[in-house]
């Protein structure tokens, strides 16, 4: 593997030069898209801006951003019901666009997300970020552990791999098991899948009872679409399973990939800053919090002027810290990476709980195999439980006892733990859908 990556000096410009560099481009993207794009010339109209408006704000970003409207998932999501079947976000004609994907729907409806050729590039292109970061080049093999459906995070990983010269391996409509021998056969140096998987296939390659993923030639996963590569439970889990250095990922298919971990400075996940405008907002006032406070991440994708998104609500919980990190990047950073998710949080017995919150307890019990929460309604009132798959040769009851006072502990609530028959539980390749709200979405 090539154990350096030289930093783009944009990655490692001072935070004023950042900021022009931001307010010019967000002043292109405006100029370019006014018009053309029906969604955001009809948003910017109904807040009275047009570009020129713009512009009167001098170089002050700050002073920019706050006469912009917000965009949520919601507005997306009825604007393409609406409007039949791609919305009316796109800037170009249709026959411009080359590439189709949608989101998991995991939260609502999938949302149609259309490419062309030059906004495509550019979501290559912060990929590339995310194998700098991880010190990711042309000598090494990357098996990809996902069955490529629409879904865009793996598409750009994939082709922006090829385009670093690395050796790509895909690994789509086969089986764990197959997977597994697929990985060994090429001496893969990589694996890119959910950190789910991860821990997915490292179980099934133990069961094959051949060499452990752990003695094997991969240095390092690239782990995306959960929160569980920056959970340090989850994260030392499938660093021991494997032998290997586990580094963290986050995006979003309307917004591109936002985040990336780099090499010297585990648990942070760098911003993508020369690509996005990322604010960190109170999520009941909107208005910005302060350096390690916790907030809603707000993003404008700044190079994907074909089908844009400005000032999008992500939803996603951050902590913000803007010092420059040790490898040299004076990008800022997600301590902790994604917390959780705004709309994830539910009240349990007056305890604000996050999905996060109850894997990072569990993830710490290596007798545990799989899990499951539940929440579930005695009139209004909600209550959560836990249920577990374990090791054989487990002292179940001690474990139980274990594991209900770790919860206790954790998030202030008292949680009943069940033990359920091996292999009951689901297995996930992509996401995993463990938290489940008894007669709601998980």
Same mark, same amino acid.
């Given at each position: ?191 890119? @899948?959910?950190? $789910?998987? #991860?821990?997915?296939?490292?179980? +099934?390659?133990?069961? &094959? ?6 003695? =094997? ?109 040790? @490898?040299?990047? $004076?990008? #800022?950073?997600?301590?902790?990476? +994604?917390?959780?998710? &705004? ?6 017995? =007056? ?92």
């Amino acid at each position: 593997m090539i154990t350096s990556h030289r930093i783009p000096d944009s990655e490692k410009s001072e935070r004023s030069l950042l900021a022009s560099l931001q307010t010019a481009r967000l002043e292109e993207l405006l100029s370019k898209i006014y018009k053309l794009n029906q969604f955001y010339t009809r948003k910017l109209d109904d807040a009275g801006i047009n570009p020129d408006t713009v512009k009167t704000s001098g170089n002050d970003l700050n002073a920019i951003l706050n006469k912009l409207p917000f965009t949520t998932k919601t507005e997306l999501v009825t604007d393409q019901e609406a409007n039949k079947p791609w919305g009316t976000t796109l800037t170009e004609p249709i026959e411009h666009y080359t590439r189709h994907h949608q989101t998991s729907g995991t939260t609502g409806k999938p949302l149609k997300w259309l490419d062309t050729n030059e906004s495509w590039q550019w979501a290559l292109e912060c990929w590339k970020a995310v194998y700098r970061g991880a010190h990711v080049g042309s000598k090494d093999r990357i098996v990809f552990a996902f069955s490529f459906g629409p879904f865009f995070g793996f598409w750009t990983a994939f082709e922006a791999a090829g385009q670093i010269g690395a050796y790509c391996v895909p690994a789509g409509g086969m089986s764990s098991s197959q997977r597994v021998a697929l990985i060994e056969a090429v001496n893969a140096t990589v694996i890119c @899948c959910t950190p $789910t998987y #991860a821990l997915r296939l490292a179980q +099934v390659g133990h069961e &094959a009872g051949g060499q452990p993923l752990a003695n =094997g030639s991969v240095k390092l996963l690239i782990v995306a679409g959960e929160p569980g590569g920056s959970i340090p439970a989850t994260k030392q889990r499938i660093e021991q399973a494997w032998g290997a250095r586990v580094f963290d990922h986050h995006g979003l298919t309307e917004v591109g990939p936002i985040s990336f971990e780099c090499w010297d400075n585990p648990g942070f996940l760098h911003l993508n800053e020369p690509e996005y405008i990322c604010e960190v907002l109170d999520p009941k006032t909107l208005k910005p919090v302060t350096d390690g406070e916790a907030g809603e991440l707000v993003v404008t994708n700044l190079g994907r002027t074909a089908n844009p998104v400005i000032r999008y609500r992500t939803g996603d919980i951050v902590i913000r810290q803007s010092k420059i990190c040790s @490898c040299g990047r $004076t990008l #800022a950073r997600l301590e902790g990476g +994604v917390l959780g998710r &705004a709309d994830d949080m539910l009240s349990i017995r =007056g305890v604000n709980v996050y999905p996060t919150a109850v894997e990072s307890i569990l993830r710490r019990f290596k007798e545990i195999i799989e899990f499951r929460s539940t929440v579930s309604f005695d009139g209004t009132l909600a209550l959560l439980s836990v249920e577990i798959e374990i090791m054989p040769s487990t002292d179940s009851r001690q474990l139980v006892g274990r594991v209900e006072r770790s919860l206790r502990e954790g998030l202030g609530l008292t949680v009943p733990v069940l033990i359920v028959e091996p292999d009951s539980l689901p297995r996930f390749e992509m996401k995993a859908h463990r938290f489940i709200v008894e007669n709601g979405n998980p």
